[in-house]
């Protein structure tokens, strides 16, 4: 083995060892606001996340069968709702404005000709019936406040139309990216799985003499840029699973046996 092949040999290794420093560095970042996120100090040892070491996946696919239900829950699409039943609701009160209010009261008289007699059964009076209460409504004013509740109704809607519609599009496009790289991620497993047979080969050749030991470097090249793409398709895997989740609504746990 002469000495270009040692240098070329260090300079795989180096390349290779270089590219870890900034895959940890980011791993503790993420780690740290992983703590944040959970209320806690970022320098807070995390347990079990912080000695893993492979990707998290999922054991089972995410449940997207309903997935109406689902959108549902989602914070925005909840809160566009209430507000839309809200507006909705009020055109109702400015419409009630227009009739007289009725209420049920009654009225006691104590009266007698004499301090003594102020008390008695027979001084005292009693009235009940219903009172009804209407100041003429002012119709100009009135009509503008009907018009104001249908015209805020109606925007409100149209509101929880566009958060539905931009739900719908975040699940949509989550599934497309999440359906997308779990294909690449085959067919990047697949490529490791080559890469590494034909690291074999090289080096079965040459011990052989039948391949130089450029071809072997070459070899330990590609099958480490394969494993470089195969654990970047496993972050990204993860973050697309992460998205979906967050466009299904999320929360959902899985029904006891």
């Known amino acids: 083995r002469s000495d270009l092949d040692l240098v070329r040999a260090r300079a795989v290794a180096d390349s290779a060892a270089a590219a870890v420093p900034p895959l940890d560095a980011q791993r503790r970042a993420s780690l740290y606001a992983l703590a944040v996120l959970t209320g806690r100090p970022p320098e807070t040892d995390l347990g079990p996340v912080t000695s893993c070491r492979t990707p998290l996946t999922l054991r089972q696919p995410l ?34 404005s227009f009739f007289p209010q009725v209420s049920l009261g009654g009225t006691i008289t104590a009266g007698a000709g004499h301090t003594d007699n102020l008390f008695n059964h027979s001084s005292i009076s009693y009235a009940a019936g219903p009172l009804i209460s209407w100041s003429f409504p002012n119709l100009i004013g009135q009509g503008a406040r009907v018009a104001e509740a ?72 590609s099958l480490i840029a394969a494993d470089t793409d195969l654990a970047s398709s496993d972050a990204r895997m993860s973050d697309d699973q992460v998205t979906l989740f967050k466009a299904l609504g999320g929360g959902w746990r899985a029904q006891a046996d």
Request: hydrophobic share 50%.
């Open 63 to 96: 449940p997207v069968g309903d997935g109406a239900s689902l959108l549902r829950r989602r914070p925005d699409v909840r809160q566009a709702e209430r507000a839309a039943a809200a507006d909705t609701a009020r055109i109702g009160v400015a419409i009630a």
């Open 150 to 221: 249908k015209a805020t109704a109606r925007a409100s809607l149209a509101r929880f139309d566009g958060v539905v519609l931009t739900a719908l599009k975040e699940t949509e496009q989550a599934l497309a990216l999440y359906a997308g790289e779990l294909q690449r991620h085959d067919a990047l497993a697949a490529a490791r799985a080559d890469y590494a047979r034909a690291l074999d080969l090289a080096k079965t050749r040459y011990a052989q003499g039948s391949a130089s030991f450029l071809d072997v470097l070459d070899a330990e090249r």
